[in-house]
């Protein structure tokens, strides 16, 4: 069962539903519902164990029931958001460094790390500029653009073979 820090409930923000007599709290998640959302957040979205986790009595109708309801499909997107954005950015974050470091980690795995690095803090080149070799379709270019195009292409490719080979020295 989770915590009412975990849940985000206290004395102050929960008030009894006029219609239903439950008690809610400020985001309007009853408590087992809002146990619903922490179990399916945890357990990476299997709704009938989330719900099975919060008690509910006949958990395989009740999961899908949740699921079916716009506040609790909310808050699971929120809990989820919220997490990603704190613990699991983190560690994220030292994931990638620690496979970028580590002199065991094969050089390529180290260049794909350090390349989503690089793009994912908005510093990579937009792959549009990058593999771009025309602004013409190709149904509108001459033969001549054609064969360029193309001799550019296969210059790329050998560029990225060269590097390929340094890299496996290197390591």
Request: cysteine-free; proline content about 3%.
């Amino acid at each position: 069962m989770a915590n009412d820090k975990t849940l985000g409930l206290s004395a102050r923000n929960i008030e009894k539903d006029r219609q239903t007599g439950r008690f809610v709290g400020s985001n309007g998640l009853t408590e087992n519902q809002s146990q619903f959302v922490e179990a399916h957040v945890a357990n990476g979205g299997h709704a009938q164990k989330a719900a099975e986790t919060a008690g509910y009595a006949n958990p395989h109708v009740e999961g899908w029931r949740l699921m079916n309801l716009p506040h609790v499909r909310a808050a699971i997107w929120e809990r989820r958001d919220r997490l990603i954005k704190t613990d699991l950015g983190s560690l994220g974050v030292k994931t990638i460094s620690d496979l970028m470091l580590s002199e065991d980690t094969p050089a390529h795995v180290r260049f794909q790390a350090a390349r989503f690095a690089v793009e994912i803090a908005g510093h990579g080149v937009p792959k549009e500029s990058a593999y771009s070799l025309s602004d013409k379709p190709a149904g509108e270019m001459s033969l001549d653009e054609l064969h360029q195009v193309i001799r550019k292409g296969h210059e790329a490719i050998a560029s990225m073979k060269i590097v390929e080979v340094k890299a496996e020295v290197s390591a």
